[in-house]
């Protein structure tokens, strides 16, 4: 007879393999049309807000790893705030001016910049970042990332612009603003100044010289033919020379060498002396550094003197000691060059080219100078050695090309001048990982003012007037009026309109009795235009608020958004912009090597979403320590689809055993649950609180392990194991099958609420095939809540004993297996011998044989244990053939079957279910 139809085998329409390439952006479409985003803020309105606030991907090129990572983990908690208790809207943003859009127009022919104007040129700039804005939006959609995608912050709309205006005005009013010619980072291929943040280092081959200056002026300190010895790896910036520095408290050896007397410092003489080849030097007097200031040199190309001055900057780390300082090419050299008056030369325009006031070089590129240059100190007798070597050198980010100290006329924000208030504010903010409060620290406190001016077109001009004495104009008056012409008509207005026309209708000035007002023509960094966001939009957005709780972004951008947001927050309103700061690292390849295009190890976040789905990308976010660089490669994508597969299996299992369970009719209280079924409800309840934990740390890869491991252990290697007889065996109503039915409805909308955050598209699929639950998605339900029970302690103790015991029990079953031709448990009877403690526990246990899934389970003393029982970790265990014959409905071995006529294959158990249950079908 067959009895196929008195089992209640799973049923379930939710199919074993996801399909997520084809199911996702069906199920985007979806939520686009029920406005879910919307919904979701509608449902936790009045709740407390929490503000993750997105630092603005740059408008340019299809998405990347490195975005997926970002965008995906942003999401991870704005999802999971959502659902602990949070009203969390979420507003993504795009930064949109600077170079690279520029360089993208031209380089693509798209316009041709010496036919149109500044503002035509912007124009276009404009048109070229909305439509990559509309491009990379529709590839953050497809991560399933949720959020205000309708209204994003732009950095180029009018109200932005405006409100970055004001920051700017502040910042003026409070005296923070100010024009001076410094040495900046300048880079010749992009013709404009640089910040910080903008520079990257490469290896680059220099020159290494040195070179000797000739005492002209000995002050009755030196006998007047001695030669101070600089050094040097850039030659080319020797006809910008005008001083020497030493240290006021090092010393320095006169050193006489066949005939001739070099100065250097004393604690580098003995490697100049095998560097120079000197034989026999001797030194002929010492002095400190403090002695030589005053003294002056010959410059060794030009009929001028160079100055020796002291500076505190000079070391003994490399080089001579004696430092060659050129105030217009170098941050330390202006600084000491100010204190003595000296001359801020910079014979170098914007192209890097030598002016006329280089003679012999002038119209040389500064770098194909530096052979010209050293071929004249050698004709002049000056060159003491010339060397190569490979050095970390600072490039511009943008061309990867070389950058150079040059001073300008530059617009700088005085850092120095709040420096104390933006360390304190570091020192009050939360860091993830706590070593970012120490880097922030430190270039805080190490950095230079901010050049916040740029030689560019596309960007937000800088809102200063100029009188006719060529004085700036900077108050309140003219500050509020263009903020307000950049509300109503945008910045290009700035470029449309002469200055008489951008200042307020009748404005007079002082500085311009005749009416004559010119404007200024750079624009602002555009770390100012991000990095005022908390301003343009934390401020301008009444759904917002400032501070924000979190800024989430990759490690450069402690150089960058971080330093820029905090820098422009604290300098307007004394406060960081952020209460917590996280960040990621980056995305690497499989063996570690950062991705090109040239290596062919780039892997393509739409490529993945059209083989594996969004959910996997999502899943591998959440797989990775993110705070470290982190690895991706197909063969790891395939190791998480690999777990990916096992939690889907987990919910269709579940949603399986579930197809006749209605929780509003058939829920079992926890107190009439049997001890294995409360035991699994408290593991359940460990990993919520475990799970929410980790979710409020943002330790995402806690999420992933906990749940897998739960899926994989708790879930697959026992509980639905040892269930499986009594959900497909039992009648429908059995008490313990609904005990067991209730732990997996328990289970299952626990698991996909606990998982929504990441793997959301699955989530939203297995929900809407539960049946009995309330809300019509998961992303519109709260997490799990832990739950308090009764004697946990107890039984935690007593079945977390068991798992361990189990496991010997399972060692030897499978042992059985390969030696004894035991091909399955239920073919096997296993007798156990325990401590006296452990089998008091055994024997406490109901129908011990179904929780080691074997036809026969006894419980004896170690003492009593026979010489074929095997040892264990914890007990002898002692495999054996079940006696009598296999029923044909369980495929329990039993020595009683046939006791009805009727069923003579059936065990008691099956022919009492088939009998009293299903006699219609028999």
């Known amino acids: 007879m067959n009895y196929k139809d008195t089992l209640l085998m799973p049923k379930t329409s939710f199919p074993m393999k996801g399909n997520l390439p084809n199911k996702e952006p069906d199920m985007q479409a979806q939520w686009n049309e029920k406005k879910m985003y919307e919904r979701v803020q509608e449902r936790t309105e009045g709740r407390p807000l929490f503000i993750l606030h997105d630092g603005p991907p740059y408008a340019n090129g299809d998405i990347h790893m490195g975005h997926a990572l970002n965008k995906i983990l942003k999401d991870f908690i704005v999802r999971s705030k959502s659902m602990t208790g949070y009203h969390a809207p979420y507003v993504p943003g795009w930064d949109t001016h600077g170079l690279p859009i520029e360089t993208a127009l031209t380089k693509k022919g798209k316009v041709n910049r010496k036919e149109m104007s500044i503002a035509e040129f912007r124009q276009k700039c404009e048109e070229y970042a909305l439509e990559q804005i509309n491009s990379q939006r529709e590839q953050f959609k497809r991560l399933g990332v949720r959020g205000d995608w309708d209204n994003p912050y732009v950095t180029l709309t009018h109200a932005y612009e405006a409100q970055q205006i004001k920051v700017f005005g502040e910042m003026a009013k409070k005296g923070y603003i100010y024009k001076g010619k410094k040495p900046v980072y300048w880079s010749p291929s992009s013709e404009s100044a640089l910040a910080e943040a903008e520079i990257e280092y490469h290896d680059k081959r220099s020159p290494s010289i040195y070179v000797a200056f000739d005492v002209t002026e000995s002050k ?76 002056k040199t010959k410059h060794p190309l030009y009929d001028r003197e160079s100055l020796v001055i002291l500076g505190d900057h000079v070391t003994l780390d490399a080089g001579t000691g004696c430092v060659h300082t050129a105030p217009g090419h170098g941050e330390d050299d202006y600084i000491v060059g100010q204190r003595y008056n000296l001359d801020v030369l910079c014979p170098v325009d914007d192209k890097g080219v030598f002016t006329e006031e280089a003679p012999m070089f002038e119209g040389l590129f500064y770098d194909t100078a530096n052979k010209p240059i050293t071929e004249k100190l050698e004709e002049a007798g000056k060159l003491l050695k010339l060397d190569f070597f490979t050095h970390s050198y600072p490039h511009d980010w943008r061309t990867k090309k070389p950058v150079i100290f040059r001073a300008t006329a530059q617009w700088f924000a005085s850092i120095k001048d709040f420096r104390e208030d933006l360390l304190r504010e570091v020192e009050a903010v939360e860091w993830l990982p706590k070593w970012g409060e120490t880097r922030l620290y430190n270039m805080v406190r190490d950095r230079g003012d901010w050049c916040i001016s740029r030689q560019r077109a596309w960007g937000v001009p800088i809102p200063i007037f100029y009188g006719e004495d060529n004085q ?44 004559h007002f010119t404007k200024e023509t750079d624009i602002m960094d555009v770390w100012f235009d991000s990095g005022s966001s908390h301003q343009a939009v934390l401020e301008e957005r009444e759904d917002l608020q400032r501070p924000a709780d979190v800024y989430l972004e990759g490690s450069d951008q402690y150089r960058g958004w971080f330093n820029s947001s905090l820098s422009t927050a ?87 055993n579930l197809n006749d369970f209605h929780p509003e009719m058939n829920t079992v209280s926890y107190e009439e649950l049997s001890g294995v079924n409360q035991y699994m409800l408290v593991k359940l309840n460990e990993l919520v609180k475990e799970v929410r934990e980790a979710y409020d740390n943002y330790q995402f890869s806690a999420v992933y392990h906990k749940v897998h491991n739960f899926c994989s252990i708790e879930l697959s290697s026992f509980f639905m194991d040892i269930s499986k007889d009594t959900l497909y065996l039992k009648h429908e109503d059995h008490q313990e099958r609904r005990g067991i039915q209730t732990v997996m409805f328990e289970t299952l909308t626990s698991l996909v609420r606990l998982m929504s955050p990441i793997i959301t598209h699955t989530a939203e699929e297995v929900w809407n095939n539960i049946e009995g639950v309330d809300a019509e998605a998961a992303q519109l339900t709260d997490m799990p809540e832990v739950q308090s029970y009764q004697g946990v302690d107890t039984l935690v103790k007593k079945w977390d004993r068991f798992m361990v015991l189990r496991d010997d029990v399972l060692k030897a079953l499978e042992d059985a297996r390969n030696e ?32 080691f899934i074997t036809s026969g389970a006894v419980v004896s003393l170690k003492e009593n244990a026979p010489a074929e029982a095997r040892t264990y970790e914890e007990m002898l265990v002692k495999v054996s053939r079940a006696e009598g014959e296999t029923c044909e409905r369980c495929w329990v071995a039993s020595t009683e079957l046939g006791k009805d006529p009727e069923h003579p294959g059936l065990c008691p158990e099956c022919t009492d279910t088939v009998v009293n249950y299903y006699p219609h079908l028999v």
Do not use: C
């Open 220 to 295: 009755g300190i030196l006998l007047g033919d001695e030669k101070f010895v600089i050094w040097t790896t850039t030659p080319w910036t020797i006809p910008a020379n005008l001083a020497i520095a030493v240290h006021p408290d090092l010393d320095y050896a006169v050193v006489e060498v066949q005939e001739e007397k070099f100065i250097v410092a004393e604690g580098l003489l003995e490697e100049l002396t095998q560097k120079f080849e000197w034989e026999n030097p001797k030194v002929t007097a010492t002095y400190k550094g403090k002695e030589l200031e005053g003294i």
């Open 472 to 515: 700036p104009i900077i108050i309140d008056e003219t500050i509020s009026h263009v903020s307000e012409l950049f509300r109503q008509h945008g910045s290009n207005i700035w470029f449309e309109k002469e200055a008489k026309d951008l200042l307020p209708e009748g404005f007079t000035s002082e500085q311009s009795p005749n009416g």
């Open 820 to 851: 004894e031709g035991i091909k399955k448990n239920l073919h096997a009877s296993v007798e156990v011998f325990a401590s006296s403690e452990d089998k008091e526990l055994l024997d406490s246990l109901e129908d011990l044989k179904k929780l």
């Open 570 to 656: 604290v300098a307007v309103t004394g406060k960081a912009p952020f209460k917590s700061v996280v960040s990621h690292g980056f995305t690497l390849d499989g063996k570690g090597k950062k991705m090109s295009k040239s290596l062919g190890n780039v892997i393509v976040p739409n490529k993945v979403m059209k083989q594996l789905g969004a959910d996997i990308l999502r899943l591998w976010v959440s797989s990775v320590d993110y705070q470290a660089d982190v690895r991706v490669s197909d063969d790891i994508l395939k190791q998480v689809a690999e777990a990916y597969r096992k939690i889907r299996n987990t919910f269709r299992f579940l949603l399986g």
